[in-house]
């Protein structure tokens, strides 16, 4: 259906809240650069291969021209006939310190920000990309006129998606008095609103929130203290975590012959297919000189052991061994023997109890924990 590769964009709307929700100018647009900066910083270390396609880009003085806001701002109000919608929007700018007059000029602003409406014809750039290196030309243009254009968000910013369906519909009338509308695109717009996550996105600053900064200054040594953060932080930050940990695993995982998609849809199936797989490199080194593998056993350890016998030593970083080496001391206080003995007699079988993959959950959210911190000192310093 499209043209050209598609592109992820992470955009922030700085200059439409100091506009109508009064932010303080100086500090929204640090927010703003040093929230994105951060976006790019993780994407680019745990997802270089995704570099090219993601784009990081602010609104600006100069975004929303007067004319064309004014125009929308009038569509909205005259054709918007679904009332608990419109109060619900009103609602929601009242609680960030706005007005009436302040939501719907935010509305109109998110069909220029989302490009429902692309004036072709603006003198300048649409948005500031932050990430402006190497790009040409044609690709302005590919961002400034796309073919189709997918927003995702959570129930607040579907409530924006119905508001700018109305207004969209409008526009594309052929009665709408439009001036120069040969100078406008409307892309094909796709309103995929699905939440970011187990839980929406907050939109306010949460009671004890841990942020980047206090990660740095080192006030933050456990994530997962009870009374630093409320759920929804805490669940978020869990969500971070378990990417961080497919994203250490991944490069070896997909060495690893005749697995299944499945088995690293989420993390939770890819640590147990990890202990699963831990579990029959035991038992068959346990065989001693009965094993159909060739793998050293004495005077190695049980890293090096599993390593050798998947064929995956050269693909494993600190990291990666940091959280086999959880999985594999769970497994031997589980068995009551180190990694590669036989099992005594009283255990028969090298197996992991209900209560021994739950440990190993626990011990491994501790480690990501550590990495995440240790990350966010390295990397956004």
């Known amino acids: 259906m499209l043209r050209r590769a598609p592109i992820l964009t992470f955009f922030s709307a700085w200059g439409a809240a100091v506009q109508v929700n009064n ?13 994105l900066s951060y976006i790019a910083k993780y994407v680019n270390y745990y997802y270089p291969s995704l570099k090219q396609y993601i784009r990081y880009q602010i609104d600006h003085a100069n975004t929303y021209e007067p004319q064309l806001l004014a125009h929308i701002a009038h569509l909205f109000v005259s054709t918007c006939q679904h009332m608990p919608l419109m109060q619900d929007l009103v609602n929601q700018a009242v ?14 602003m998110h069909l220029i920000m989302f490009k429902d409406i692309v004036d072709t014809n603006c003198p300048h750039s649409l948005f500031h990309t932050l990430n402006r290196n ?57 309103r995929l609103l699905s939440r970011a996550g187990q839980t929406p996105v907050y939109y306010r600053h949460e009671t004890h929130e841990i942020t980047v900064d206090e990660v740095l200054k080192g006030d933050v040594v456990d994530l997962n203290q009870a009374d630093m953060a409320t759920t929804t932080v805490s669940d978020d930050l869990g969500i971070l975590k378990q990417d961080i940990g497919m994203s250490i695993l991944k490069p070896f995982w997909e060495n690893i012959p005749d697995l299944q998609p ?12 990890l202990t699963e797989r831990c579990l029959v490199t035991w038992r068959t080194h346990a065989k001693d000189g009965n094993r159909p593998c ?16 998947w064929s995956v030593q050269n693909d494993f970083n600190d990291d990666g061994r940091l959280i086999l080496q959880q999985i594999v001391v769970a497994l031997e206080v589980n068995n ?46």
Not at 354 to 363: F, L, R, V
């Open 95 to 108: 609680r960030h310190g706005s007005s009436k007059e302040g939501c719907v000029q935010y509305v109109s």
């Open 23 to 35: 932010l303080d100018k100086t500090i929204g647009e640090q927010h703003a650069r040093d929230i």
């Open 336 to 381: 009551g023997c180190q990694f590669g003995q036989p099992p005594p007699p009283s255990t028969r079988i090298i197996h992991a109890s209900k209560e021994t993959e739950k440990d190993i959950m626990n011990k491994l959210d501790k480690v990501l924990n550590q990495i995440l911190i240790t990350f966010v000192r390295t990397v956004f310093a």
């Open 294 to 309: 060739g793998c050293p056993t004495q005077n190695t350890s049980a890293i090096d052991q599993i390593l050798i016998h």
């Open 134 to 190: 190497g790009r040409s030309d044609e690709l302005d243009a590919s961002m400034l006129s796309p073919d189709c254009v997918i927003s995702i968000g959570g129930p607040v910013e579907k409530r924006f998606g119905e508001a700018r369906h109305f207004v969209r519909q409008a526009f594309n009338e052929p009665s709408t008095p439009t001036n120069n509308q040969a100078f406008y695109h409307c892309p094909l717009s796709v």
């Open 262 to 273: 499945s088995d690293m849809s989420s993390w939770k199936s890819l640590v147990k297919t």
